[in-house]
């Protein structure tokens, strides 16, 4: 005990920093929670409008993605340059929508895939003629609730 | 020697002060590597498929609010060629009619709202078009449910939008696109 009071006396005793990378491990997990990590690569040029009438998406799990777009320069030797359409990870025709919707289906408790939304992201700047395909196969393959990702935009 | 001594004091301690250098690292590629995702967008429900066309001539003109948008972003509204600045307020005189005019929607609920656009229209106009739409009928909507219950329509139990629901349905019909434009470049 005498030791410990003698070394006190001297000086004071350097903040520990023990705690530092504790603190900075929650600010990590935290953001490790919040964000999404992209599951797929995104070979199209996607930028969508702004709107005001936003819909939060409530279940991650019960969306599926699709992205129209004009491919990437690098892909456009590939793919051409008229805008294209993208599911999960591969630019797909039209036919593989409904393949590509049930993959997801049934990864969905049957209980809840009434509820199955689609996001559509669609560049600002894509043609209508594929949006309105791809509307019409979601139809035919009745996935009726779709949801036209849009940014939030000031309110005059 | 006392030195030497001071050392193997602390040779059992590792030293944690880099750690949060090591931590941060991870911080900072977390950071980088992943995007917030925007989740947010207009909600819109498909009409079931079906392969017959809907008949649209059985309704009365008055009651018909037709919204054409062509290949080159122009808007048709009625035979009047408008901005979509001009289209909520628009949109919101025919369907509340509140002057009652004999060439606007006799009532809310038989308002039906026509949209048709072109292969060729950009889809951040023809998304303008639908947004300005559908924030007529909410604001009709939120307007109605001011006057009836003094609140806004999202704090309103759901028996109280079932109501306004009923009086103020949200009818946006699409047409099959004309196909006059071009393509995609």
Redesign the interface.
């Known amino acids: 005990m005498s030791k410990f009071s003698k070394k006190r006396g001297k000086s004071l005793p350097p903040i520990s920093?023990?705690s530092?990378?504790d603190i900075?491990?929650i600010?990590?997990f935290f953001?490790?929670v919040?964000?999404?990590?992209?599951d797929s690569e995104l070979k199209l040029f996607v930028s969508?409008?702004f709107?005001?009438?936003?819909?939060?998406?409530e279940n991650?799990s019960l969306v599926n993605f699709m992205y129209?777009g004009?491919p990437l320069e690098k892909y456009k030797s590939i793919y051409g340059?008229?805008?294209r359409l993208q599911l999960g990870d591969k630019i797909s025709e039209l036919r593989d929508i409904p393949i590509f919707l049930e993959k997801h289906r049934i990864k969905v408790p049957e209980n809840q895939r009434t509820s199955i939304?689609s996001?559509?992201r669609?560049?600002?700047?894509?043609?209508?003629?594929?949006?309105?395909d791809v509307?019409?196969e979601?139809?035919?393959s009745?996935q009726?609730?779709?949801?036209?990702?849009?940014?939030?935009r000031a309110q005059e | 020697m006392g030195k030497t001594k001071s050392r193997e004091r602390f040779a059992n301690e590792i030293n944690a002060g880099s750690m949060a250098d090591i931590a941060f690292l991870l911080l900072f590629f977390f950071l980088v590597t992943t995007q917030i995702l925007e989740d947010k967008g207009i909600l819109v429900k498909l009409p079931p498929w079906s392969n017959e066309e809907p008949d649209i001539t059985r309704l009365k003109t008055r009651n018909v609010f037709s919204v054409l948008v062509n290949a080159s972003n122009q808007l048709l509204v009625r035979g009047e060629q408008m901005e979509v600045e001009d289209l909520r307020i628009k949109a919101k005189e025919f369907i509340s009619n509140p002057q009652k005019r004999e060439d606007l929607a006799e009532t809310p609920a038989n308002a039906i709202i026509s949209l048709k656009n072109d292969r060729g229209t950009n889809y951040k106009t023809y998304l303008g078009v639908y947004n300005e739409l559908q924030a007529a009928y909410s604001e009709l909507r939120n307007e109605t449910a001011q006057k009836r219950f003094g609140k806004e329509y999202d704090r309103l139990s759901n028996d109280q939008k079932t109501k306004i629901r009923n009086e103020i349905p949200m009818v946006i019909s699409e047409a099959e696109p004309t196909a006059f434009g071009e393509e995609g470049n």
Do not use: C, H, W
């Open positions: 920093t023990a530092l990378p900075i491990f600010l990590l953001f490790m919040v964000t999404v990590m992209r969508t409008p709107a005001t009438e936003l819909t939060k998406l991650k129209i004009k340059t008229k805008p939304s996001s559509l669609v560049d600002g700047g894509a043609t209508m003629g594929i949006v309105q509307k019409t979601l139809r035919k009745n009726l609730k779709i949801n036209y990702s849009a940014k939030r």
